[in-house]
Each structure stands twice: as structure tokens, then as C-alpha cells.
């Protein structure tokens, strides 16, 4: 699909889409004084299972948390809630061996006429959504001059690739299997068009037939369930972190409130196993005392980088009046990363599918390789979930310094599925990767500012409002979240799958990008806002 854009305007990837004059997400107020952070956490996990930790240097960098360990033993039940598995099955992580592509073949006979001076088109047609990784065209076209001929293949989504152009004088046919690698990376389904266009007299020839040969990755999850209850509101965006402040002055009314639960109480009102959950959910300790446990200052940056409040003071968030954060803290409290995970994503799942909540992204920003098969299919099961459920996952890689993740089984940013894309770090001035940030051109997809970046902390104990400088992946993702949750609002039909295709599709390329993620450019608010305002008049998007 291609998306129509228009011209850059000279407004800064950190400003808000559509108000380039308020503050900007990582902007900070010239009579703050930035505060130096230290968030507490240490990136190596006990039993090695980071081979490329590097000790976080002093100063305001914060690295990208990774919980407990692998087997830490917890009081608390495997999970909270019951579901069923009733969700597709799973892809395996995509720097596995036992990543299999899926082969397509399609073919057409037209036996059409090629005249002096026109030309002719034959089509082809794929239902299935494949990435491709390899293109191949097997041509039979019959013409007594082929130096006459111009021979091109456009994909569904307009790009064309000329695959002869006048060439071989006065030669017979064209005939043979032309390697079409610039289609790398395109999505099959849809419409291919060949075109056949004779540029002088005399000679003429026959389309006889032709055919394509693509492999690559389904990118397409299976079909999305349906809520039980209607979805309404805006876009709730799940802070996945330690728990984040709600009492703080630029997040007060930014909080995402269950509104069929009584704070307090200490019953379960709304019988979704949990009592008290008016903010969301801990993790750790089963419970809806979001706050308790570690980590509080970096989810409450990262909550604040989304959607801070404009209201004059401090940072304004990406989507500030725009989307409600949910919370659900205690990530690195109670038992290891995995587990702790795997029980957020059931909350987030029967609040969104049994409850009506309207939840739409979370924020990722952390995360440790997993080299056991069976943790890796773990991970890839619950985002599977996720996915199955309508919910994107923006996911922060590693700040592993320049330290490339293709073929590390990196979770939960590196599973391969339509509802997942990850985050690299960009300096603060927008200009070239961030030392600290890890890459990879085949598991990172884009780069959004992630140094020096101004947000909310919890409020100091005098019930003063705090806001601090820092800088990591972890502060890159929730810009691209921000950005998910305005186009959510912009059209509240686009699915997870369709956002993460925009996101990609409107990137503002950056040379110091190329080679180190999948879309060689950085996250552009303005224009990926547009493209998803765009799609209210495009009947593809109209119904899920």
C-alpha cells in the first residue's frame, strides 16, 4: 500500500503532531534545571543470560531494565487469570533455524498480442500476506525484435521494477527467470501487474505467459477476536514498567480509571480476579497497588513521554489529551521478567476482550535475551496474545553500544509478528543513532529520540511534582507509542497490524541509519499521523 504524503513541514520529530507551537515530548522548560537520574537497575541478570551487558556509565542514562531472572521462584500463582488457547499458532523467533518461509506461486496465460507502440497488461493476484525475502518472474514473451520491448512488474502497493529495457537489438524473445530482489521486504497480497510496451514499428510479438514464484514470512496473525462489549473512548496505552504515578500533577488525568471498580474497597467490584485495580494492575505482587514494588521513576517517565498533561508546567506528552495511560507496575518485583510479563498480558487481554477497556498499545521498554527454545516460544506465545487481541506492542531494543541484535534472541523486542516493532535510539539532536543504542536491520525497525529526553518522575514526598532528564531505548519507545495512540485516535478502525505498517511506511530516512534498521530512517510524528488520518477516506481501512 502506498500511502500519500505531504511535504515535510520543518516541525522536529519531538513535537506533538498538529501543535509544532506547544512543547515538544522531550522538551523541557528553559527555567527547569534538568535533573541527573539514576534508576536503580543493573542490565545483566544473573546465570549470564546477557552475554553483552556493558555497565551503565554515570551521568543520566537509564539501560533498558530486565527484570528479575529466569527462575525466580515467586509465591504468587503462574498467572492470575485463566484463558484459553485458543489463539493461531505461533511463529518461531525470526533468527531461529526453524524459521521456514512460506512459498506462493501465481501465474497467468494471457496469449496477448503485443502491438507497435502500445501496450500490454497481464495481472496476477496473491490473497495471502507474505513479507517477501525472495521474488522470482518466470517470462515466456515471443517478439522478433526484443530491442524494441520495455518489460516491467508493479507490485500491489505502486512499486515497479523495469526488468528489461531495450536491450538484445534484433534478437528473438524473452525468455527465462528474472531474480526481482528490489521487491525485498513488500507484502504480496493484492494485484501484480506486468506491462509489456513495444517503443517502435515493424515488429511484433506475443505475451505468452509468465508467472511468479515468491517466499517469504506470512506477516498476517489470523483473524482479530471480537471484544465481548464494545469498544469507546480514546486509546489506552499500557505503561508496562514499574508502576507510574498517578497523583503526579502532568499524569492525574492522564490515568486510564476503571470505572467499575471503587477505590478502596478491598473488593474485587468488577470480579476480574483483581481487587482495587482503579490504575491497572501489578504484576508482581497481584495486586492494584500500581506503585508498589521498584522501578517507579522510569515507568513514570515513560508514561509521561506519552501522554504528560499540557498544562504549562513540565513536559507535554506526545499524545497529551489524546490517550489514557494504564499502568501495570511491579514488573521487576515478585517473580522473573517472563512470568511477570505473561500475567500482564492476561490482564491487558480480559480487560480489553471481557471488559470493553480500550486498549490499543503497550509500551515495552524492556527486556533480556532468552537462548532456552522453550522461554523463546513463552514470549512469542503471549505477544501472540497480543496480537490476537488487537494490541500493538512497541518494544525498545537493547543499549547494548553499537552492538548488533539480528541473530539474538532479544524478547520481547525481537519476535517476528505483525503486531510487534521495535525501537532503536537516536541522539538528542535527531541526527545519527545514539552511542548507547543497540541495531539491527533485520529485528529494528525504526529509531526515535532517546537521549536527554525531559519527563515526569514521582513526586518527591512532600507531594511536590518532579520531572528529570534521561536517556536510553527505554525513552525512544514510548515517543513511537505516543504516536501509535494519536493515530488510534485519528482513526479508531485502523488495526495494530495496520498502525505498525504506517509507522514503517512514513519513517523519515536518515543515512547514519542505513544498514542499521529495517527502514534505514527515524520516527515521523506529523507524517505518520497524517497517513493514519489518511485512511479515513481509504475503503481498505473501513472495517476491521
Same mark, same amino acid.
Given at each position: 500500500?502506498?500511502?500519500?504524503?505531504?511535504?515535510?513541514?520543518?516541525?522536529?520529530? #519531538?513535537?506533538?503532531? $498538529?501543535?509544532?507551537?506547544?512543547?515538544?515530548?522531550?522538551?523541557?522548560?528553559?527555567?527547569?534545571?534538568?535533573?541527573?537520574?539514576?534508576?536503580?537497575?543493573? #542490565?545483566?541478570?544473573?546465570?549470564?543470560?546477557?552475554?553483552?551487558?556493558?555497565?551503565?556509565?554515570?551521568?543520566?542514562?537509564?539501560?533498558?531494565?530486565?527484570?528479575?531472572?529466569?527462575?525466580?521462584? #515467586?509465591?504468587?500463582?503462574?498467572?492470575?487469570?485463566?484463558?484459553?488457547?485458543?489463539?493461531?499458532?505461533?511463529?518461531?523467533?525470526?533468527?531461529?533455524?526453524?524459521?521456514?518461509?512460506?512459498?506462493?506461486?501465481?501465474?497467468?496465460?494471457?496469449?496477448?498480442?503485443?502491438?507497435?507502440?502500445?501496450?500490454?497488461?497481464?495481472?496476477?493476484?496473491?490473497?495471502?500476506?507474505?513479507?517477501?525475502? #525472495?521474488?522470482?518472474?518466470?517470462?515466456?514473451?515471443?517478439?522478433?525484435?526484443?530491442?524494441?520491448?520495455?518489460?516491467?512488474?508493479?507490485?500491489?502497493?505502486?512499486?515497479?521494477?523495469?526488468?528489461?529495457?531495450?536491450?538484445?537489438?534484433?534478437?528473438?524473445?524473452?525468455?527465462?527467470?528474472?531474480?526481482?530482489?528490489?521487491?525485498?521486504?513488500?507484502?504480496?497480497?493484492?494485484?501484480?501487474?506486468?506491462?509489456?510496451?513495444?517503443?517502435?514499428?515493424?515488429?511484433?510479438?506475443?505475451?505468452?505467459?509468465?508467472?511468479?514464484?515468491?517466499?517469504?514470512?506470512?506477516? $498476517?496473525?489470523?483473524?482479530?477476536?471480537?471484544?465481548?462489549?464494545?469498544?469507546?473512548?480514546?486509546?489506552?496505552?499500557?505503561?508496562?514498567?514499574?508502576?507510574?504515578?498517578?497523583?503526579?500533577?502532568?499524569?492525574?488525568?492522564?490515568?486510564?480509571?476503571?470505572?467499575?471498580?471503587?477505590?478502596?474497597?478491598?473488593?474485587?467490584?468488577?470480579?476480574?480476579?483483581?481487587?482495587?485495580?482503579?490504575?491497572?494492575?501489578?504484576?508482581?505482587?497481584?495486586?492494584?497497588?500500581?506503585?508498589?514494588?521498584?522501578?517507579?521513576?522510569?515507568?513514570?517517565?515513560?508514561?509521561?513521554?506519552?501522554?504528560?498533561?499540557?498544562? $504549562?508546567?513540565?513536559?507535554?506528552?506526545?499524545?497529551?489529551?489524546?490517550?489514557?495511560?494504564?499502568?501495570?507496575?511491579?514488573?521487576?518485583?515478585?517473580?522473573?521478567?517472563?512470568?511477570?510479563?505473561?500475567?500482564?498480558?492476561?490482564?491487558?487481554?480480559?480487560?480489553?476482550?471481557?471488559?470493553?477497556?480500550?486498549?490499543?498499545?503497550?509500551?515495552?521498554?524492556?527486556?533480556?535475551?532468552?537462548?532456552?527454545?522453550?522461554?523463546?516460544?513463552?514470549?512469542?506465545?503471549?505477544?501472540?496474545?497480543? /496480537?490476537?487481541?488487537?494490541?500493538?506492542?512497541?518494544?525498545?531494543?537493547?543499549?547494548?553500544?553499537?552492538?548488533?541484535?539480528?541473530?539474538?534472541?532479544?524478547?520481547?523486542?525481537?519476535?517476528?509478528?505483525?503486531?510487534?516493532?521495535?525501537?532503536?535510539?537516536?541522539?538528542?539532536?535527531?541526527?545519527?543513532?545514539?552511542?548507547?543504542?543497540?541495531?539491527?536491520?533485520?529485528?529494528?525497525?525504526?529509531?526515535?529520540?532517546?537521549?536527554?529526553?525531559?519527563?515526569?518522575?514521582?513526586?518527591?514526598?512532600?507531594?511536590?511534582?518532579?520531572?528529570?532528564?534521561?536517556?536510553?531505548?527505554?525513552?525512544?519507545?514510548?515517543?513511537?507509542?505516543?504516536?501509535?495512540?494519536?493515530?488510534? /485516535?485519528?482513526?479508531?478502525?485502523?488495526?495494530?497490524?495496520?498502525?505498525?505498517?504506517?509507522?514503517?511506511?512514513?519513517?523519515?530516512?536518515?543515512?547514519?541509519?542505513?544498514?542499521?534498521?529495517?527502514?534505514?530512517?527515524?520516527?515521523?510524528?506529523?507524517?505518520?499521523?497524517?497517513?493514519?488520518?489518511?485512511?479515513?477516506?481509504?475503503?481498505?481501512?473501513?472495517?476491521?
Amino acid at each position: 500500500m502506498e500511502i500519500s504524503r505531504k511535504p515535510k513541514s520543518p516541525v522536529s520529530q #519531538s513535537t506533538r503532531a $498538529g501543535d509544532a507551537a506547544k512543547p515538544a515530548a522531550a522538551a523541557k522548560p528553559a527555567e527547569k534545571a534538568p535533573v541527573q537520574t539514576k534508576d536503580g537497575f543493573d #542490565s545483566g541478570s544473573s546465570g549470564g543470560a546477557r552475554s553483552n551487558f556493558v555497565d551503565r556509565p554515570k551521568g543520566n542514562f537509564v539501560d533498558r531494565p530486565t527484570g528479575m531472572p529466569p527462575g525466580t521462584q #515467586s509465591s504468587l500463582p503462574a498467572s492470575a487469570f485463566t484463558f484459553g488457547s485458543n489463539h493461531v499458532a505461533v511463529r518461531p523467533f525470526a533468527g531461529s533455524a526453524a524459521r521456514t518461509p512460506t512459498t506462493l506461486s501465481a501465474s497467468a496465460t494471457p496469449n496477448a498480442k503485443v502491438n507497435d507502440l502500445q501496450t500490454t497488461t497481464s495481472t496476477v493476484s496473491f490473497d495471502k500476506d507474505v513479507k517477501l525475502d #525472495s521474488l522470482k518472474l518466470n517470462l515466456d514473451l515471443a517478439h522478433t525484435f526484443k530491442g524494441d520491448l520495455v518489460v516491467k512488474l508493479t507490485s500491489p502497493s505502486g512499486k515497479t521494477e523495469t526488468i528489461h529495457n531495450r536491450t538484445g537489438g534484433s534478437a528473438d524473445d524473452i525468455k527465462g527467470s528474472f531474480d526481482l530482489s528490489a521487491f525485498k521486504g513488500e507484502s504480496t497480497k493484492g494485484t501484480w501487474t506486468l506491462s509489456v510496451e513495444d517503443k517502435a514499428r515493424r515488429d511484433t510479438g506475443t505475451l505468452k505467459s509468465w508467472s511468479l514464484d515468491a517466499a517469504g514470512q506470512a506477516t $498476517g496473525a489470523g483473524p482479530i477476536q471480537e471484544p465481548n462489549k464494545p469498544l469507546s473512548g480514546p486509546p489506552v496505552i499500557a505503561v508496562f514498567d514499574g508502576g507510574v504515578d498517578f497523583k503526579h500533577t502532568d499524569l492525574d488525568d492522564s490515568m486510564w480509571v476503571n470505572p467499575n471498580e471503587i477505590a478502596g474497597d478491598g473488593i474485587d467490584n468488577d470480579g476480574n480476579g483483581v481487587k482495587d485495580d482503579i490504575y491497572g494492575y501489578n504484576v508482581g505482587y497481584n495486586s492494584g497497588d500500581v506503585m508498589r514494588g521498584s522501578g517507579t521513576d522510569h515507568g513514570t517517565h515513560v508514561a509521561g513521554i506519552i501522554a504528560a498533561e499540557d498544562n $504549562g508546567e513540565g513536559n507535554t506528552g506526545v499524545a497529551a489529551g489524546k490517550a489514557k495511560i494504564m499502568s501495570l507496575g511491579g514488573l521487576y518485583n515478585g517473580a522473573d521478567l517472563l512470568t511477570n510479563f505473561e500475567r500482564g498480558v492476561d490482564y491487558m487481554v480480559k480487560m480489553k476482550m471481557e471488559h470493553g477497556v480500550n486498549i490499543r498499545a503497550v509500551n515495552a521498554s524492556f527486556g533480556n535475551e532468552y537462548r532456552n527454545p522453550a522461554d523463546v516460544k513463552r514470549w512469542t506465545e503471549a505477544v501472540q496474545k497480543l /496480537a490476537d487481541a488487537d494490541i500493538l506492542l512497541v518494544a525498545a531494543t537493547a543499549n547494548g553500544y553499537g552492538s548488533n541484535l539480528n541473530d539474538v534472541p532479544d524478547m520481547p523486542a525481537n519476535i517476528e509478528l505483525p503486531n510487534v516493532i521495535t525501537v532503536a535510539a537516536m541522539d538528542k539532536n535527531n541526527d545519527k543513532l545514539a552511542d548507547f543504542s543497540s541495531y539491527g536491520d533485520k529485528v529494528v525497525d525504526l529509531a526515535a529520540v532517546g537521549e536527554d529526553v525531559y519527563s515526569t518522575v514521582p513526586s518527591s514526598r512532600d507531594g511536590k511534582p518532579q520531572w528529570e532528564e534521561m536517556s536510553g531505548t527505554s525513552m525512544a519507545t514510548p515517543t513511537v507509542a505516543g504516536t501509535a495512540a494519536l493515530m488510534f /485516535a485519528a482513526n479508531p478502525n485502523l488495526t495494530a497490524a495496520q498502525v505498525r505498517e504506517l509507522l514503517i511506511q512514513t519513517v523519515e530516512a536518515d543515512p547514519d541509519l542505513k544498514g542499521k534498521v529495517i527502514t534505514g530512517g527515524k520516527l515521523d510524528i506529523e507524517a505518520a499521523v497524517a497517513a493514519a488520518k489518511a485512511t479515513l477516506e481509504d475503503d481498505t481501512f473501513a472495517t476491521r
